[in-house]
Every structure is written in C-alpha cells, then in structure tokens.
C-alpha cells in the first residue's frame, strides 16, 4: 500500500437511507463525466490496479489468495455522489445482506475514494483479503450464495449540499428506510441460483483491523433507484481460464496459415 497516503489524515462520512458515509482525505477534480462513478480494484499486496476483462456482459477481475485489496470510487458527476458498496453479498458498512437501499459511502463531485475494509465501528475497519470460500467474512456468517462479486450502487443527490459538519453524535438516528422489504429475498433467490451453477474459487476475508475515522452527514436520494450499479466478478486465474474468460497458458492466440511458403520444393533438412 502506497505509504505516503496512509500518512495523511483521513475522514469517511457515512450514511444510511437517509445518511451516507465517505471519505474525506480524496483530491477534488470538479470535472463533470458522463459516467456516475468510475471503480477499481486494487491489489495491496502488489500495489497495482487489477485489470479487468470484459466476457459475457460481465467485468471480472483475478485475484491472489491471501493479498488484500481495496476498493477505489471517483465520482465522476456535478453533485454529491452516495456509493452503497457491498462485497460477496454483504454491505461493506453494516454487514447486513446487501440492498441499495442501505448505508453507504458519500463523495463530492470529482472525489476519489478508497474503501480498504469492512467498517467496524466510526474509527476501525477490517481489510479486504482475497481468500478460501470457507474463510470468507459471507460464509463465516452463514451467507455463502453469492461470494465473488463487488457491486456498487450509485445514487445522486436530490440537491447540492455543503460539506457536512461532523456531528455531536457519530451514531445519528436515520430516517426509515423505504426499501420494500420484499425486494431483497427476491434478489438474494435469483442470485443464489445463478451461484449455484459455478462453485466461487475466491472470498473476502475479515482482514486486519485497520484505523479508518468516519463521520455521519445527511444525503437525500434524487431517486430510490441507482443511477448506476457496477458489479465486479473476482475469481482465481485458474477459475477465469476454466470459464473461458482468459486464455489458457501455453495456447497463444494464433491464426495458422496452412500454405505459409512461398513456390518451390522440398529442401534438404
């Protein structure tokens, strides 16, 4: 992990239906984009930006048992941004089985966020590991259906707002949330279903505990449905060769001629 950014103080804000949690250490580039958000994956261990590859309508990404990895979000929009982040099916901040409706991560416009773990409290987190499916933090808690996924719902703000001041009270009561409450049972069935079909090669650990200070601000939804979700697929390499989403080693991509000669006969060997 890059050392010079963890040397500099940082501040999430977080938030619920109604309030929303970020970041707010990030450089500001107020520069509207088409996109609502733009998301990468990257791997603590080797420093690097995870590629990803495009197959099947899907994004996927290749991940290495044991290394840690963070989530990266640039707001690409005008307005404040809210990012409701769940990994293998479960929201990163409150561990609950994922909706959009849930709490989530807020961003001014142009701000770049890095996510690197499962909030525990409104100063820890613990880190994202690739890691055995056993292992994983959804497995451990009973929730295994849906490991090897990272999705982020992106929602705009109703109106700008100014940067919130931190609250008396990191833990402020939030307004009812207006989820229907059959709308996740319903995802959760059609996403254990498709699971079932391919066995995951990877989870997310429960990592180290990591310092990660957040703050509560107020964030009202222009509308209940996102705006945008990406959803990133993560698997071992072998996993993606297996699928057809890489190339398998020692098979190049080749285009054989059968008549690569010019005229002529046979020479001696």
């Known amino acids: 992990m890059d050392r010079a950014r963890d040397s500099r103080p940082r501040m999430f804000r977080l938030a619920t239906a109604g309030l929303a949690l970020a970041m707010a250490t990030a450089t500001h580039q107020a520069q509207a984009r088409a996109c609502t958000a733009r998301v990468e994956v990257h791997d603590r261990a080797q420093d690097r930006t995870l590629p990803t590859y495009r197959k099947f309508g899907k994004r996927w990404i290749t991940g290495e048992p044991g290394h840690e990895y963070e989530l990266r979000i640039r707001n690409c929009a005008d307005v404040r941004v809210l990012a409701v982040i769940s990994v293998d099916g479960v929201n990163v901040v409150t561990g609950q089985s994922a909706s959009p409706s849930q709490s989530g991560y807020v961003l001014e416009p142009g701000e770049n966020l890095t996510v690197e773990g499962w909030r525990k409290s409104m100063e820890r987190t613990a880190a994202f590991v690739f890691t055995d499916p056993a292992n994983s933090y959804a497995a451990q808690t009973g929730r295994p259906n849906d490991l090897g996924v990272i999705g982020v719902a992106l929602f705009h703000e109703l109106r700008p707002k100014v940067v919130a001041r931190e609250l008396d009270s990191p ?70 060769v297996a699928l057809g989403v890489l190339p398998r080693s020692g098979l190049p991509d080749r285009n054989p001629e059968p008549f690569p000669a010019q005229l002529g006969f046979v020479p001696d060997p």
């Open 171 to 240: 833990w402020y009561s939030a307004p009812a949330t207006r989820a229907d409450p059959g709308a996740e049972a319903a995802a959760k069935s059609d996403a254990g279903s498709s699971r079932s079909r391919q066995s995951a090669s990877l989870g997310t650990g429960h990592g180290r505990s990591e310092h990660s200070p957040a703050q509560w601000t107020s964030f009202e939804r222009a509308s209940d449905d996102p705006d945008e979700t990406i959803s990133i697929r993560y698997e071992t390499s072998a996993a993606l």
